[in-house]
Nanobody, 112 residues
Framework: VQLAESGGGLVQPGGSLRLSCTAS????????MSWYRQAPGKGRELVAT????????AYADFVKGRFTISRDNAKNTVSLQMNSLKADDTAVYYC??????WGQGTQVTVSS
């Protein structure tokens, strides 16, 4: 089983990034998928979730209207489009196949 995140980096406040997570080794289309994040010195927090079929999405209040989660079951990928980024969005972002599998994370730094 592997979940590999990519797309992190350094971006200025107000900018955008798109994170991707590619899955292998399990039946991706059977799993709800989530993005979590962990900022320095803080606990891991749920950012967004998408259902196995992609028909349902849910977001944390602090990203509503700015982030969009999507998935492509044909490509075994889940993505997180992040717009209007703020310094507070700086964190390591992880994807998760609920409830079981975690990726290794990708760093997002929002700074001028």
């Amino acid at each position: 089983v592997q979940l590999a995140e990519s797309g992190g980096g350094l971006v200025q406040p107000g900018g955008s990034l798109r994170l991707s997570c590619t899955a292998s080794g399990f039946a991706f289309s059977d799993y709800d998928m989530s993005w979590y994040r962990q900022a320095p010195g803080k606990g891991r927090e749920l950012v967004a979730t998408i259902s196995a079929t992609g028909s349902s999405r849910a977001y944390a209040d602090f990203v509503k209207g700015r982030f969009t989660i999507s998935r492509d079951n044909a490509k075994n990928t889940v993505s997180l489009q992040m717009n209007s980024l703020k310094a507070d969005d700086t964190a390591v972002y992880y994807c998760k196949a609920r409830p079981t599998y975690w990726g290794q994370g990708t760093q997002v730094t929002v700074s001028s």
